[in-house]
């Protein structure tokens, strides 16, 4: 297993919370590497997390430990689990956040409940062996999330973690459809199209039409292409 572990929260940078993460990492496996992906995720916004895990993971080497933790039911009866995907190994809470790691074409009639994975997957549920002890009712990333993904890092392999699981809570794939009119509609008419992240880097979306002033132009890869 690789030592590579990447985070995903919504705990922001300001507060001691993602060092408490990082040094209970270190504390089982010093001398993992640990990748910040973001800790900017609007609070609780499972969907979010999934989205921005699913832009960044699969520029990482395969058998990587990804983490995300954005968890709105921590200590209450959600499971803490670790999915075996093709990419890698995805460690979090049982709410969707780790949907990103199953391809779309699985997700297609997902309703954002429990479901079966797909060929070539696996998931468990994270035995208290591998928790940091005592454990926070409300800081699982610290006490139990972090520590599993350490374990994995030394070694671990995945079913040593705990029991198997036959589903796990899959979010509807993120993209929406877009219809010859040019409007976007959700693959599912019931779930309402809605931004999942807001991206800080300036350009235009490929494939979508812009309007600048009163030109409209259709398929704008890059700026150039507006000019």
Known sequence: MSTVITLT????????????MKGAVLSVNPD????????EISPQN???????????YPYFPAGCIHVAVVDPDVGALRRAIALVAPAGVFVGPDNG??????????RLSSEGGPAALPRG???????????????????HG??????????????????ELGPALSEIVLLPPFRAVLRPD?????????????????????RPAPGFALR????????????????
Do not use: K, M, W
């Not at 929260?9 to 408490?20: E, I, L, Q, R």
């Not at 035995?127 to 009712?137: E, G, M, Y």
């Open 121 to 139: 997957f696996a998931a468990y549920a994270i035995d208290p062996r591998f928790h940091r002890h005592p454990v926070s009712d409300t800081f």
């Open 32 to 39: 993992a590497r640990i990748v910040d992906v973001s800790h």
């Open 142 to 159: 610290r006490d139990v999330f972090a520590p599993a993904a350490a374990h994995l890092s030394l070694g671990a392999r995945p079913p």
């Open 97 to 106: 956040v780790l949907s990103c790691a199953v391809p779309d074409t699985h």
């Open 212 to 227: 600048v002033g009163n030109r409209r132009q259709d398929g704008a890869a890059v700026f150039p292409d507006l000019r």
């Open 46 to 56: 499972v969907d979010e997390a999934a989205f921005v895990l699913a832009a960044a």
């Open 182 to 202: 040019g409007a976007l509609t959700a693959r599912r008419p019931h779930r309402p199209v809605r931004q999942r992240h807001h991206d800080h880097r300036p």
């Open 9 to 20: 929260t919504d705990f922001g940078t300001a507060g001691p919370y993602v060092a408490a």
